[in-house]
């Protein structure tokens, strides 16, 4: 693969209904200094032949020897990106045209920073907008975020269709796979020990809702409390996130309760 400044990784498993809306809106970026990577994760449908067709030189496919699961799917990307910079983009969202040009702005501006952010247009499945989604804004100090994002146990970063990030600062940090509901926001959080936050404050793409997305199948329950649990006891300081996550445990308690009794 050729230098290049940026790498746009996209991991996708049968993803043909939108891979084609998400390869064009890479493709009409206008930072064109950039590789986008396909990591197909052995997909049964017609994923290859919309990647087979799609005709841009920039636009490299690699299929996985074997299923990685989503989790090991996005760790292959981030080992095979190239650059200064790297993003993952879900199959199915949309990135605006000047996205990645104002991201990789705003981190040249701001040497210390390791991840730049954007906002994002929540959209149906044919991209009708439903609502836009904001995250912490202007430039932080990665601690303080992490300490907030701790506090509320919430992620205030966004998700990876959302950031771009310095490959140094990655390094060899991975998302865990033990890790299925805050898996982005664990990392997200290892990078930002490691230097500060910005956001660039407008939406960056649009985040396609549709049943098969990963946070919408993600919100199992027991998957959740776990997640939020680990993400606790890692990254709070003092008693506000321990608190808040013993009253969730308790409001669950008393809403299953109530279930049962109706």
């Known amino acids: 693969m050729p230098d290049t400044l940026v790498t746009v990784c996209v991991p996708v498993y049968n993803g043909e209904p939108y891979l084609q809306e998400c390869l064009e809106s890479i493709a009409r970026q206008t930072h064109g200094d950039l590789i986008a990577i396909i990591v197909d994760n052995c997909s049964t449908d017609g994923t ?7 005709d ?18 996005h760790n292959r990307c981030l080992d095979l990106a190239r650059g200064c910079y790297v993003k993952l983009l879900s199959a199915d969202d949309v990135l605006l045209p000047d996205t990645l040009d104002r ?3 705003a981190l040249e501006r701001h040497p210390d920073a390791v991840l730049a952010t954007c906002n994002c247009v929540v959209t149906d499945p044919q991209l009708k907008p439903l609502q836009e989604t904001h995250y912490l804004p202007g430039r932080q100090s990665g601690k303080a975020v992490i300490a907030r994002c701790a506090a509320r146990i919430e992620n205030l970063i966004g998700g990876p269709s959302n950031t771009l990030l310095r490959r140094d600062a990655v390094g060899d940090l991975r998302f865990d796979p033990k890790r299925k509901w805050l898996a982005d926001l664990i990392l997200h959080c290892q990078v930002l020990r490691r230097g500060n936050y910005i956001n660039i404050d407008q939406p960056g793409f649009l985040y396609r809702r549709h049943f098969a997305t990963d946070s919408e ?10 997640d ?3 993400f606790v006891h ?12 013993y009253y969730r445990a308790l409001r669950r308690w008393w809403n299953t309760a109530g279930a049962r009794a109706a």
Not at 48 to 54: E, I, K
Request: charged share 25%.
């Open 103 to 105: 991201q990789i702005k």
């Open 48 to 54: 290859a032949v919309t990647c087979a067709a799609f």
């Open 217 to 226: 199948v993600g919100c199992q329950p027991d998957i959740r409390r776990a």
């Open 234 to 245: 890692r990254y709070a300081r003092g008693p506000v996130g321990f608190t808040r996550l």
């Open 228 to 230: 939020e649990s680990f």
């Open 56 to 73: 841009d030189p920039r636009f490299f496919y690699v299929r996985n020897d074997t299923n990685l699961g989503a989790t090991g799917n």
